[in-house]
């Protein structure tokens, strides 16, 4: 059981200034709780409704639960309701510790001998956008993702959904000064392409380098000045329509796809 005065407190969690005093935030759904038990994410707590709590799904994933020692109970609808984002919900939340990150010097160090990619995003504000980058950076393989300052939170509400788990696969740096940590990987070897309007490179014609940072910015404005300084290479999408841009996520998802599908430069 868990007493009023505690589910009150966890409720807060929905508040970002909530999840940055405690250090935890709340997951939903069948799909990301359980790439979260997968992984071995820190779950202080999982609820689920009455109606939903004998769900096949629900009952395997109390089973994962209950073998790791996590509490787990059973809400009234209006008690769920208050810790539930999601419209149409599917009867489980999870309150999860933050994912404790690696420095970004430990990162560079790590992937400094093998072919990697990393991505760094300068300024995406959009919740759905940064989960959906998340995602294809998972998909693509990419070896961590730098959240420069002006990012959304990597653990809003609709950032984690838009996830579907995926942040629980790979490092994601926050508040990452790039700038700063551009400068540093630069020198140390890694290849820096910043995804531009107007980049001069085309990029049907770019080769990645063995260790690359992607820079992705922000959906109204772009990458920053001082941050494209610090690129290597300004490389544009070539267009074929009349659409003014493309979307950041959509963007990403373009170069993750050639640098994944095209060998890099030895």
């Not at 995406?124 to 940064?130: F, H, T």
């Not at 109204?220 to 690129?231: L, M, N, P, T, Y």
Request: net charge negative; charged share 20%.
């Amino acid at each position: 059981m868990i007493s009023k005065a505690k589910l009150k407190d966890l409720q807060k969690l929905s508040q970002k200034k909530s999840r940055e005093s405690e250090g935890m935030f709340l997951i939903e759904g069948i799909r990301s709780l359980d790439e979260a038990l997968t992984a071995g994410a820190v779950i202080e707590w999982i609820f689920t409704t009455q109606k939903d709590a004998d769900s096949s799904e629900i009952v395997h994933i109390r089973e994962q639960a209950n073998k790791k020692g996590i509490p787990a109970a059973v809400l009234s609808d209006p008690e769920f309701a208050r810790l539930s984002e999601m419209v149409t919900s599917q009867g489980i939340v999870a309150v999860v510790r933050n994912i404790s990150q690696p420095p970004l010097e430990s990162i560079a160090t790590a992937q400094g001998s093998n072919s990697a990619i990393v991505v760094a995003l300068d300024a995406v504000a959009d919740p759905g956008n940064l989960g959906a980058i998340i995602r294809t950076c998972d998909w693509f393989g990419a070896a961590a993702i730098l959240l420069g300052k002006g990012c959304v939170e990597l653990y809003n509400p609709k950032v984690v959904r838009a996830t579907m788990g995926s942040l629980f696969h790979l490092p994601i740096l926050e508040d990452v000064d790039l700038q700063t940590g551009l400068a540093s990987l630069g020198k140390d070897g890694w290849d820096i392409f910043a995804a531009e309007l107007t980049g001069t490179e085309d990029l049907r014609n770019v080769r990645r380098g063995q260790k690359t940072v992607l820079v992705i910015g922000n959906e109204a404005h772009g990458i920053s000045a001082d941050v494209s300084r610090a690129a290597t290479h300004h490389v544009c999408i070539p267009s074929f329509g009349k659409a003014e841009s493309l979307n950041a996520g959509i963007a990403a998802g373009v170069f993750l796809s050639h640098f994944a599908f095209n060998e890099y430069d030895h």
